[in-house]
């Protein structure tokens, strides 16, 4: 089974830095990939990245290209987040994902929430 433990969020002003972690413990064939994807109130799940374990490559969502930057620590099994330049438009509830693919997710984090002031 896996379990994902995300944790990093918090407040922060616009133009700041926040890093988010997210703790695998239980990988298998079918969690090779990492993600980070966010929720806003009333809204849809959207993508933000995506990283593989096996070849580390990423994928980005247009959002945060040039601003967030995915990492994984395989001795961890953590994957980081580090968000550059925040918007008060990054603000929803960030969620931890693991699956197959760098687009496909079956397990979940319980998520964290990030707050950007204007």
């Known amino acids: 089974q896996v379990q994902l433990v995300e944790s990093g969020g918090g407040l922060v002003q616009a133009g700041g830095s926040l890093r988010l972690s997210c703790a695998q413990s239980?990988?298998?064939?079918?969690?090779?990939?990492m993600g980070w994807l966010r929720q806003a109130p009333g809204e849809e799940r959207r993508f933000v990245a995506a990283?593989?374990?096996?070849?580390?490559?990423?994928t980005y969502a247009d959002s945060g290209k040039g601003r967030f930057t995915i990492s994984r620590d395989n001795a961890k099994n953590t994957v980081n987040l580090q968000m550059n330049s925040l918007k008060p438009e990054d603000t929803p509830v960030y969620y931890c994902?693991?699956?197959?693919?760098?687009?496909?997710?079956?397990?979940w984090g319980q998520g964290t929430q990030v707050a950007v002031s204007s």
């Open positions: 994902a693991a699956g197959p693919s760098r687009r496909i997710f079956n397990y």
């Open positions: 990283i593989s374990w096996s070849d580390g490559m990423t």
């Open positions: 239980g990988r298998t064939f079918s969690s090779d990939a």
